[in-house]
């Protein structure tokens, strides 16, 4: 076992003075084409330099830096951002966090540590191997924590174990004060603890708007003693996972409704606290009908009491009244896997796009109501369209509850915290002369899906917004949000206001920013960088 105390103390006194000990990548560099663009290459960055951070001095140097000659930052972990937040033409310094890649033990904090340049995958895996404990993360192994944790991170065991953000015991975090100063501070979730509003608001509060992660510490609330395995929830040991694919040629319009309407209506019933149901973790792919059939995956801890059965009356009631109802291809198709071998599995399936290097366009939204019949129709005619030709056209159905809906809206800064399902649309593509049929075909399904409410899952009886981590800049754009909700209510509801007080008192001269990112209360100071004007917080 690793006992990161030391490097966590020493790297903490070191931060205030900080060290220049990272690489920094130029235009000329072999290396630079392949670090201004991550996974969406429809933004393509140009920045003056890039520095792939060694340690948390390291980040304090070259975010003071940057701030010293006033340079616009921007911080990537993994590159899954699907907006342009990072690569843009105005950001001049990335701070890249791809060597930070540390996952151990803090024996003094009693948490496990990561770094946040750690791909989930690898985080999993280490923390299973090692100490037989997990974190219920995402699905897509290449996505590193840095971004996913702070945006609230959910996965497919989110409902038995709670999103990420409901085991995040502490962040370490780079600010910069009014004065123009940089330094560390560690934030935890104690509320005794003066930085607690800094903790909180990384618990869904989105990537890229307080500072720069450098690592989060992950131990699940109320549990003690000093053994590192009891620290953490763990996965179960093995699943029963169960997959299908139903082709489009034995879909008639009218059993694709029945097939979305059955998911819906089994995830309204099943997806309270407690409920047995919500033991029972799936994902509906449905994928447009020129690039496969409709994909279907399902969970649970194959320890569970009756697991085999409730994952086959699952199965059934989904497909019941369909042309496919009583086909075992579809209610049959489970295996018994060990945890990890399966959690290998889905994250590379279902969690990577379909080419290396694609353009792309994604939508979210929350859903506290099963879909109404005119929204399956809409579904099935965007999802059946001839016109679009698409490898990675998309409506990705998860369901939501369980443990997530256990805890209380204002407890984290993830603020959706009663729905049924999450919707995630996208379109993956590589051809830029496809981007405004492709970029229209997620707008068009998204506008209309959500018509009554101009055109955006409004925070109502039926939806509840959309997900920071999907972040869709269609949202601040009156021609698409025509709601009059303001883009910030959607992500993150009434909890908006305690963010944008983080935010003031963490980046009060709003170094860290993008056109997504959280609002100050007031205009950005502009005070020198001598240190003479403010202290840290």
Not at 121 to 141: A, D, M, S
Request: charged letters at 20%; a negative charge.
């Amino acid at each position: 076992m690793t006992n990161t105390a030391s490097r966590t103390d020493q790297d903490a006194a070191a931060g205030h003075q900080g060290t220049n000990d990272g690489t920094v990548v130029r235009p000329g560099d072999p290396r630079y084409v392949d670090l201004i663009s991550g996974t969406n290459q429809r933004f393509i960055g140009s920045p003056e330099r890039i520095r792939l951070i060694t340690s948390t001095a390291d980040a304090v140097h070259a975010v003071q830096q940057a701030v010293h000659e006033g340079k616009r930052i921007a911080v990537r972990s993994g590159g899954h951002c699907v907006e342009d937040f990072v690569y843009n033409p105005d950001v001049e310094v990335v701070l890249d966090m791809t060597r930070m890649s540390h996952i151990g033990f803090d024996h003094a904090r009693q948490a496990f540590v990561v770094e946040s340049g750690a791909l989930l995958f690898n985080v999993y895996e280490q923390l299973y191997r090692r100490w037989g404990v997990t974190i219920p993360g995402g699905i897509c192994y290449s996505v590193a924590v840095g971004g996913h944790v702070c945006g609230g991170g959910y996965g497919i065991l989110s409902r038995t174990l709670g999103l990420t953000v409901d085991h995040l015991e502490a962040v370490e975090v780079v600010c910069v004060n009014a004065a123009g100063v940089a330094y560390s501070v560690v934030a935890s979730r104690d509320p005794d603890d003066p930085h607690h509003d800094l903790w909180w608001a990384h618990t869904g509060g989105g990537g890229g708007n307080f500072g720069l992660v450098t690592r989060y510490w992950f131990r699940t609330p109320g549990r003690t003693g000093t053994t590192p395995s009891r620290q953490l929830v763990a996965p179960p040991a093995k699943v029963l996972l169960g997959q299908a694919a139903i082709g489009w040629d034995r879909l008639a319009e009218p059993d694709f409704h029945r097939l979305l309407l059955n998911y819906g209506e089994w995830n309204e019933r099943n997806s309270a606290p407690g409920t047995p149901g919500a033991e029972i973790s799936s994902i509906l792919v449905l994928n447009h009908i020129s690039s496969g059939p409709i994909a279907l995956v399902s969970q649970i801890d194959a320890a569970r009491p009756g697991a085999r059965e409730m994952l086959r009356a699952f199965l059934t009631a989904l497909v019941e009244g369909t042309s496919v109802e009583g086909d075992p291809a579809v209610t049959e198709a489970v295996q018994e896997l060990a945890w990890l071998q399966a959690n290998r599995h889905l994250t590379t399936i279902i969690g990577n796009q379909p080419i290396p290097s694609v353009r792309g366009a994604t939508k979210s939204a929350y859903l506290r109501t099963n879909y109404t019949s005119q929204q399956a129709t809409t579904m099935y005619r965007h999802l059946t369209r001839p016109d679009i030709h698409s490898p990675g056209a998309i409506v990705m159905l998860m369901p939501f509850g369980g443990q997530i809906n256990a805890v209380a809206p204002d407890a984290t800064a993830s603020a959706q915290r009663d729905s049924v399902m999450k919707m995630r649309v996208e379109n993956w593509w590589v051809n830029p002369a496809d981007d405004a049929s492709n970029i229209g075909w997620a707008r068009d399904i998204f506008q209309e899906l959500f018509a009554a409410t101009g055109g955006v899952p409004i925070p109502d009886t039926a939806t509840d917004g959309c997900y920071i981590n999907y972040a869709d800049a269609d949202m601040t754009d009156p021609e698409f949000n025509r709601s009059g909700v303001p883009w910030p209510v959607l992500y993150y509801k009434d909890n908006y206001p305690r963010l944008r007080k983080a935010k003031t008192r963490w980046d009060p001269r709003n170094i860290f920013h993008h056109r997504m990112s959280i609002e100050p209360l007031h205009k950005a100071h502009k005070a020198g960088t001598d240190g003479s004007d403010t202290p840290s917080p």
